[in-house]
């Protein structure tokens, strides 16, 4: 071995860039540069990595029109739109219900109750809890009108529709006792029941609710119902006091609005509430003791007469006080789908009709008032009278009378009455006259006062308009119409001195505050003088206690009793025309102190005597009883006057 050292092998070092302006091409017979990036033959491949700079621009980009939606959607949520979303939000989130006013009560003079209010349920139901989607059915309003209308007594088919209505609220029965309520609740529990044990039972009355109301109720039933009226679905007085008053019984209605999510009240979101304020209490002047005694005493007789109807008015002659108002037929205000519509009103205040003779009692006030004559004064009536077109007669036919003007009204004498009237002035026309002022100071072609819903005042024509055979028939009774309270009325008149007191039905009222305010005093007018209404006093007496009176059945044992009979053709309000009859009595007592007015009329009597002593007669007699009893009103123990009824010629 040499020892000489073997020559290094060169090792190539890092390649150096080359310069640019040093690069040398390649000469002839060269080989070609090796490309770039491209590995020699038999060196490992290099695999080198994209760039990621395109695709995070590319998602950046994406995310930031992502965010910029969201930025516009949020602002035209919260700044363009928000008042239209929160609106949404807060008829959705937020319930409103009407809180009823709890409805004042009708009671008698002494606190009985006439109409009053109970606990009741307003069963309503929100629409958006029977949809598909809620209940995962697709017949659920027919399902729960299936199962609420037995209960409800609603048509199916009417539920179905009130069910699928739009919105969160409906009302699907009014009033309903806590009973009606308490099965539907026992229903629905027994619905959430089975559906633990079966999944497919659906709880198809979820959405159905109740709210706190009132019913009214009238204890008595069908009493009084013709003054008392009835409420109507809405809650609103649709007849009689209910509807004269309503604005004094409704109250004024709350509101109730509270966060509900479910159908159920969010107790954490609090609520705003707006009490209801009660209606105040009515008192009547009615008696309800005395009030029956007439009600049944006149359904019994257009019972027996077989007649249309009849009506008894009770008043206190003092006050004017109404002590009772009965009609027949009536009617039950707790239970208006059996009334028959006929019968719901007040006919006592609400039919005319032509008074006949129970009248006469003003003619006699005018001719005495106007000192024409005196009860004794003697008056020829012959069996028949011809004056204008028209040959008039009595009710029978009789020989020439020789009467006293007191013997003309306790005989009821259309005759001897013509030619009584015929001297309140020097012709007939100023006799007319005189008359109609009479007549209208009693109140007779006028309201009465009552102020009540549908009351007529009447037909009567001025003097000047009436007919030629008007003039004689009105003094006794025909050609002008009335109706019962101013018959009534005018008898109160006579038996107060003369001076008219207006009727009245309100004694007064009790607001929520419990302080009672009276009714305002009644206007007072004097008709006649002191003198005029005792004499014409006396002279209903004898129409009851003279032998030769015709209202001998109205007598009372022990009581001095003044009345008046009267049998009126009467006009049929079907065709307008003449037919059947109106019997009447009307009167007082006792006579010589008198306190209680009593009358009666019935319409068309079909079976048995239509003359007004005969039928109604007896229901005075039996009401009058009973008035007097009740009220204590003793017997003065007086001896009647025993006017002359006839004289020897």
């Keep these: 071995m040499s020892d000489r050292e073997p020559p290094r092998r060169r090792v190539p070092g890092p390649a150096r860039p080359a310069r640019p302006g040093n690069q040398r091409r390649p000469g002839p017979g060269a080989r070609p540069a090796r490309r770039p990036g491209r590995p020699r033959s038999g060196a490992p491949r290099l695999i080198r990595l994209g760039s990621p700079r395109p695709r995070l621009r590319l998602v950046g980009l994406a995310l930031t029109l992502v965010m910029v939606a969201f930025v516009v959607r949020l602002l035209q949520v919260q700044a363009v739109d928000a008042s239209t979303y929160a609106a949404k939000a807060e008829r959705n989130r937020y319930v409103g219900y009407v809180l009823a006013a709890e409805r004042g009560g009708i009671t ?7 109409a009053t209010s109970v606990d009741a349920y307003d069963i309503t139901a929100d629409p958006t809890m029977f949809t598909s989607k809620q209940l995962k059915v697709g017949d659920g309003p027919e399902q729960a009108a299936a199962l609420l209308a037995p209960i409800l007594g609603q048509d199916q088919e009417t539920l179905t529709k009130k069910l699928k209505t739009k919105g969160q609220y409906v009302m699907l029965a009014r009033r309903q006792t806590p009973q009606v309520w308490k099965q539907i609740k026992d229903l629905r529990t027994a619905l959430v029941a089975k559906g633990k044990t079966d999944p497919s039972t659906v709880n198809v009355l979820a959405g159905v609710f109740s709210v706190s109301s009132s019913k009214r109720v009238y204890p008595n039933g069908d009493l009084a119902a013709g003054i008392l009226g009835w409420v109507n679905d809405e809650g609103k007085g649709g007849g009689g006091v209910e509807q004269q008053l309503n604005g004094l019984l409704a109250g004024k209605d709350g509101k109730i609005r509270y966060a509900q999510s479910g159908g159920r009240q969010v107790p954490t979101a609090g609520s705003t509430e707006t009490p209801a304020v009660p209606g105040s209490d009515v008192e009547l002047t009615i008696d309800r003791d005395i009030q029956w005694a007439a009600q049944n005493a006149i359904t019994d007789q257009v019972k027996e007469s077989k007649a249309d109807r009849g009506y008894v008015v009770v008043q206190d002659t003092r006050t004017g006080e109404v002590l ?11 239970d208006l789908s059996q009334a028959n519509s006929a019968a719901m009103g007040n006919a006592a205040l609400q039919d005319a009709y032509e008074p006949g003779s129970t009248a006469k009692v003003m003619s006699m006030a005018a001719v005495l008032e106007e000192d024409a004559a005196t009860p004794l004064t003697h008056v020829v009536v012959p069996n028949r009278l011809h004056r204008g077109d028209r040959l008039f007669k009595d009710d029978i036919d009789h020989p020439t009378w020789y009467l006293t003007l007191n013997g003309v009204l306790a005989k009821s004498s259309n005759i001897g009455t013509i030619l009584a009237t015929g001297q309140l002035g020097k012709t007939q026309k100023q006799a007319n006259q005189v ?12 309201y009465t006062g009552l102020d009540f819903p549908g009351e007529t005042k009447g037909i ?17 009774g025909q050609g002008v119409s009335i109706n019962a309270m101013q018959a009534a009325s005018v008898y109160s008149t006579i038996a107060n001195g003369g001076v008219r007191v207006e009727p009245t039905l309100v004694r007064g009222t009790k607001g929520p505050d419990g302080r009672f305010d009276p009714a305002a005093k009644p206007k007072k007018t004097r008709v006649v003088s002191a003198k005029t209404a005792k004499t014409l006093a006396q002279m209903l007496e004898s129409v ?28 049929d309000p079907a065709t307008g025309k003449y037919h059947g009859y109106t019997s009447s009595f009307a009167g007082f007592a006792p006579a010589d102190k008198p306190r209680i007015t009593v009358y009666c009329a019935i319409q068309n009597a079909t079976t048995g005597s239509y003359f007004g002593g005969q039928i109604c007669g007896p229901v005075y007699k039996q009401v009058m009883e009973f008035a007097l009893k009740t009220l204590q009103i003793p017997p003065t123990g007086a001896k009647a006057a025993k006017l002359p009824v006839s004289y020897r010629p």
């Design 460 to 476: 009567l024509a001025p003097a000047d308009k009436w007919s030629t055979s008007q003039q004689y028939t009105i003094p006794f």
């Design 435 to 446: 008359l109609y002022s009479y007549l209208r100071k009693f109140g007779i072609g006028g």
């Design 324 to 334: 009772a108002m009965a009609n027949s037929p009536g009617f039950d205000p707790n």
């Design 108 to 114: 008698d003079r002494s606190g009985v109750a006439l």
């Design 544 to 571: 009851v206690d003279d032998e030769e009176g015709t209202g001998t059945k109205a007598r009372i044992p022990g009581y001095r009793v003044a009345g008046k009979t009267g049998t009126a053709n009467r006009v």
